[in-house]
């Protein structure tokens, strides 16, 4: 498997303002999140509170960051024009919007207000389907990579509707008429949100990020070992989900040892590329490595909870008191660490790149503040150890709280250095389309549409 395929059409790539704004969004996501977070740990939310919380964080930043990157990733990756650049734009705005309605109704407790916000957030997730549906169909036959975004994108297509019958449920009787209970549609939700929409996109992106990061190849071993994640992540998502959803423990017990067994080829592919890298330490390589332990961590503790009871909540995130290693060590670092790349890239060519040759230009490591990241980084780390130590443990409701102190100043660290990044090096085209003509994306837009 080559790190970039022949033919990489960089010239097909949205305007750079389109996937910009997704991850400047969802870093103000991370930031409300961070003082929600730390405000749980004071208050000790619980229910509809913590609901909105943990949206705020996963649809907020994560979904939005993954959203923006496969805006920008895919067109490029498989040499396609992106189906509808208006969609994009409208994605964004349907999902944020709706998220800061769902998360106030729910934090407020306004429950009959609940089923209005969540259906513009469900129009925003379908709409993001569609347009990148629409644009991968395009790029048959699909590559490994395409694959994975591929059932990723089938997964937000599932878990949006779910997510807006528990959120019309929270007003209306409505699982009275139905045939599944409010918790079977809970935990098909939750397992194919993190599961099939977040943890398929994380497996599609990173062999590929990990290999150009570390300037390596993927070997036999590897190419054997993807080939074992892609089935077992595929298959085991959709009997897990399916399984959890009928109350089939054997169907979820099959699912979730499939789902494990991809993770840990994962982890062990991602593993093998950075211990062969063959440049220095980056922001990249560093929180990958997070990653790559986390997952296996992850995987390890999942198998006995998850053999006794597939179909528990108490196992949503696997075993009890391993959410942080999930969500935190892997989804998070992954973000992290990739958009200390993406964000000073864009940056990068858009105000540097027409100016190579005519005068001295930075690096695109130059454009953030490296004393920042190494101490975001340090103080992330530090929170997120903490915070997997007490929940397994389950140490002091204390010790947590200092280690959700330290690990939220770090990611605080981590979105001012990028702000700080887009105000000090940006330049009116950054954050702007006004260099792409009218008729251009007219254009553009009735070929996709």
């Known amino acids: 498997m ?9 010239d097909r790539t949205p305007p750079i303002a389109i996937p910009l704004r997704h991850f400047l969004v969802g870093l103000c996501f991370l930031v409300v999140g961070i003082a929600a977070g730390a405000a749980a740990y004071v208050a000790s939310p619980s229910g509809p509170a913590d609901v909105a919380r943990l949206h705020v964080f996963l649809v907020g930043w994560i979904a939005l960051t993954i959203m923006g990157a496969m805006t920008q990733f895919v067109p490029v990756w498989s040499g396609v024009e992106l189906h509808s650049r208006r ?5 964004l705005w349907l999902v944020a919007g709706g998220l800061v309605g769902f998360a106030l109704t729910l934090g407020a407790e306004a429950f009959s207000s609940v089923p209005i916000t969540a259906t513009v957030l469900f129009a925003g997730m379908w709409l993001f389907v569609y347009t990148l549906g629409r644009t991968l169909a395009r790029a048959r036959p699909l590559d490994r990579t395409e694959r994975h975004f591929a059932f990723a994108l089938l997964s937000f297509a599932v878990l949006a509707p779910l997510g807006y019958l528990l959120a019309v449920g929270f007003s209306t009787p409505l699982f009275e008429s139905l045939p599944v209970t409010r918790g079977d549609v809970f935990l098909v939700h939750t397992t194919v949100a993190l599961y099939g929409a977040v943890l398929v996109t994380i497996a599609g992106a990173l062999p590929q990020l990990a290999t150009m990061f570390t300037q390596t190849e993927h070997g036999a071993l590897e190419r054997r070992l993807l080939s074992v994640e892609e089935a077992a992540l595929y298959g085991g998502v959709t009997a897990f989900a399916v399984g959890r959803g009928a109350g089939l423990e054997s169907v979820a017990r099959v699912g979730a040892l499939a789902l494990l067994v991809g993770a840990v080829a994962l982890g062990i592919v991602i593993a093998r590329l950075l211990s062969r890298s063959t440049v220095e330490r980056s922001p ?3 929180r990958y490595w997070v990653v790559a332990g986390s997952l296996l961590a992850w995987a390890a503790l999942a198998v006995p909870a998850w053999w ?6 108490a196992g949503v995130f696997g075993a009890p008191g391993t959410s942080e290693l999930l969500v935190l060590g892997v989804f998070g670092f992954v973000v992290v660490g990739t958009l200390y790349h993406v964000i000073p890239f864009i940056v990068w060519l858009e105000r540097y790149s027409d100016r190579i040759g005519l005068e001295p230009v930075p690096m695109i490591d130059d454009l953030y503040s490296s004393r920042l990241e190494r101490a975001d980084f340090r103080l992330t780390l530090a929170g997120f150890l903490v915070l997997v130590v007490a929940g397994w443990a389950s140490l002091p409701s204390s010790i947590a709280a200092v280690g959700g102190l330290l690990a939220s100043v770090g990611f605080g660290l981590f ?22 003509s009218a008729s251009e994306e007219s254009q553009i837009d009735r070929v996709g549409e």
């Open 2 to 10: 080559k790190t970039i395929p022949d033919g990489l059409r960089t």
């Open 87 to 91: 969609l994009a734009r409208a994605q």
């Open 284 to 286: 990249m390589t560093a």
């Open 308 to 313: 006794r009871d597939p179909t528990g909540h």
């Open 415 to 436: 979105a001012v250095n990028l702000a700080w990044t887009i105000h000090r090096h940006g330049s009116s085209g950054v954050g702007s389309e006004s260099r792409d």
